[in-house]
């Protein structure tokens, strides 16, 4: 039995250092994701309100995303020789996300977790990247990204548009509306 935090040293032209601490990060990276994406799935459940139906379809998407992630990243653990954290109470151990409650939040307190869930996981994967890219892992490097950063920056900004409080245009433009005395030209 091969246990976890060990590498199998595998002809791939990289150092055990930089094996294992590519392996180590991404552990992390990965436990994150799977919390991740499973959040992502209790607020596709748990959706309510006037936009339920385009965000009931966003977040299963967003969900299905980050499950492909979760492979990508657990694959790429194998390759470099180490173990993927897989069993779901050793995720919970690693995870650095906060657990939600276990009710029902409200839609913008569900989509505030999802955003700092990304935002945390974006920043590891930066630095991981960066400290990869040192040691010479560029296949590291490649997927945090290409995959995880690329996916987790669009998916954030998706959540982040359904947050955003859009005011009423006040000043000159709706002076002119307002006022019949007034020439546009």
């Known amino acids: 039995m091969q246990e976890f935090g060990t590498i199998r040293m595998f002809p791939l032209g990289l150092s055990s250092e930089a094996r294992m601490y590519s392996c180590r990060r991404l552990n992390q990276i990965l ?3 799977q919390i991740l994406y499973n959040l992502y799935k209790k607020a596709h459940w748990l959706m309510r309100g006037p936009t ?32 993927a954290v897989g069993d779901p109470r050793h995720v919970a151990e ?8 276990d009710g029902v939040e409200e839609v913008p307190a569900m989509l505030t977790r999802l955003v700092e869930a990304h935002e945390a996981i974006l920043v590891a994967a930066r630095d991981a990247a960066r400290h990869a890219a040192d040691l010479g892992d560029s296949g590291t490097d490649d997927l945090l990204v290409s995959d995880v950063i690329r996916t987790g920056e669009l998916q954030a900004w998706f959540l982040i548009e359904h947050l955003v409080d859009t005011p009423i245009v006040s000043g000159p433009i709706s002076d002119t509306v307002n006022d019949p005395q007034r020439d546009p030209s």
């Open 52 to 83: 339920f139906y385009q965000l009931h379809l966003l977040l299963d998407k967003h969900a299905d995303e980050q499950l492909k992630l979760v492979d990508l990243v657990a694959e790429r653990v194998q390759t470099l020789g180490g173990v």
């Open 94 to 101: 690693l995870t650095v996300i906060p657990r939600p409650p």
């Open 31 to 33: 436990a994150d994701t």
